[in-house]
């Protein structure tokens, strides 16, 4: 009988990790293809993670941090950066008056009684916070900080009004053993986080690694990306409590990051499709990561799923968002020093 029980454990542990290792990506066979056109980059700043757009002027906001440096405990020339779309010019660094050790992570832009606001995820040697900007010609004024003791390692943002946002938190675990093992055996401790002017509260729970989070152009569904699982969910979402109900979830097979919606309601998806690549590349930019973009249309209770680019890395590595903006679109990565833009093929 025992050795039948350590057979059957041997068994579970290789199905465990050959399932693992199918899941990040290790047996996929990446073929470069994309549906651009006329592509350029931007090879001015490092770590170009999260991308957010002022539709109004045309304005594309950048959350730059030299997360390799960071971690050698090296100076970084962190903030958040503008292009402008209506001149042909580069990303320029926007002033700040904000005091504090600043590295951005996730950014969410807010038009919000005829200003313009910026709510940026920072990380540094105090820990985590969310602080919001006001901006207004070319500088970012500070206004306040969001801190709580859930808020334990923040990814990606999107506010809903000027005190109102949701957060995803990417580890249900601080640093060391335990957030390793919540990494290497994919335990579902990850949330999303809803401030709503006064509490914090855990709205969406159980999940691996969420990341992106979204919501649709009516306000009414919020749209969330878990890392490790691949899983895509779209939760209806209450737009007076900010509480959230799940509506569907689908596995897209790949590692997804943030989430960009366009004018259609179309969402689009940065994501790795070879996680333990990426996990060296962030370690060694020698080490490519192949990089993702795709397009999902939202039918009533399913996600249609379309590749608009696919690239083995040496290109490209390490894609995090992918933006689209007039037949335009803009990828940034977690740790390199380049953004993407192209047109769409038609």
Same mark, same amino acid.
């Given at each position: 009988m025992k050795k039948f029980i350590a057979f059957a454990?041997?068994?579970?542990?290789?199905?465990?990790?050959?399932?693992?290792?199918?899941?990040?990506?290790?047996?996929?066979?990446?073929?470069?293809?994309?549906?651009?056109?006329?592509?350029?980059?931007?090879?001015?700043i490092y770590g170009p993670e999260d991308l957010d757009i002022d539709h109004k002027k045309n304005s594309l906001f950048i959350s730059s941090s030299d997360r390799r440096k960071l971690s050698l405990g090296l100076p970084a020339n962190d903030g958040i950066y503008l292009l402008d779309l209506t001149k042909d010019s580069i990303p320029y660094k926007l002033a700040t008056s904000f005091s504090e050790e600043f590295h951005p992570h996730g950014i969410s832009y807010l038009h919000h009684d005829d200003k313009d606001y910026l709510f940026v995820i920072n990380h540094n040697k105090q820990g985590h916070s969310i602080e919001l900007f006001h901006y207004m010609n070319d500088t970012l004024f500070h206004i306040r900080s969001f801190k709580n003791e859930l808020m334990i390692s923040p990814n990606d943002l999107i506010a809903t009004?000027?005190?109102?946002?949701?957060?995803?938190?990417?580890?249900?675990?601080?640093?060391?053993?335990?957030?390793?093992?919540?990494?290497?055996?994919?335990?579902?401790?990850?949330?999303?986080?809803?401030?709503?002017?006064?509490?914090?509260? +855990?709205v969406y729970e159980g999940l691996n690694y969420a990341n992106g989070v979204n919501i649709s152009?009516?306000?009414?569904?919020?749209?969330?990306?878990?890392?490790?699982?691949?899983?895509?969910?779209?939760?209806?979402?209450? +737009?007076?409590?900010?509480?959230?109900?799940?509506?569907?979830?689908?596995?897209?097979?790949?590692?997804?990051?943030?989430?960009?919606?366009?004018?259609?309601?179309?969402?689009?998806?940065?994501?790795?499709?070879?996680?333990?690549?990426?996990?060296?590349?962030?370690?060694?930019?020698?080490?490519?990561s192949p990089s993702q973009v795709l397009k999902v249309n939202v039918s009533k209770n399913d996600f249609t799923i379309s590749e608009?680019?696919?690239?083995?890395?040496? +290109?490209?590595?390490?894609?995090?968002?992918?933006?689209?903006?007039?037949?335009?679109?803009?990828?940034?990565?977690?740790?390199?020093?380049?953004?993407?833009?192209?047109?769409?093929?038609?």
């Open positions: 454990v041997l068994l579970y542990i290789i199905y465990f990790i050959v399932n693992t290792l199918y899941d990040s990506g290790v047996f996929k066979t990446i073929e470069n293809h994309s549906l651009f056109q006329n592509i350029k980059s931007y090879e001015t009004d000027i005190d109102n946002f949701y957060v995803t938190i990417d580890h249900g675990t601080k640093e060391g053993l335990w957030r390793t093992l919540e990494d290497y055996l994919r335990l579902p401790y990850s949330y999303v986080l809803y401030f709503d002017g006064k509490e914090y509260s +855990k152009n009516d306000g009414n569904t919020l749209y969330v990306s878990e890392t490790t699982s691949g899983k895509l969910s779209a939760l209806n979402r209450n +737009k007076n409590t900010g509480q959230l109900e799940l509506l569907f979830s689908k596995e897209l097979k790949t590692g997804l990051d943030n989430i960009s919606i366009d004018n259609n309601g179309d969402l689009w998806i940065a994501a790795h499709p070879k996680l333990f690549d990426f996990l060296a590349h962030s370690k060694d930019s020698t080490k490519h608009i680019y696919l690239d083995n890395g040496v +290109k490209f590595s390490g894609s995090s968002t992918g933006l689209s903006v007039n037949n335009e679109v803009f990828i940034g990565q977690v740790y390199d020093d380049k953004i993407l833009r192209g047109k769409l093929l038609p």
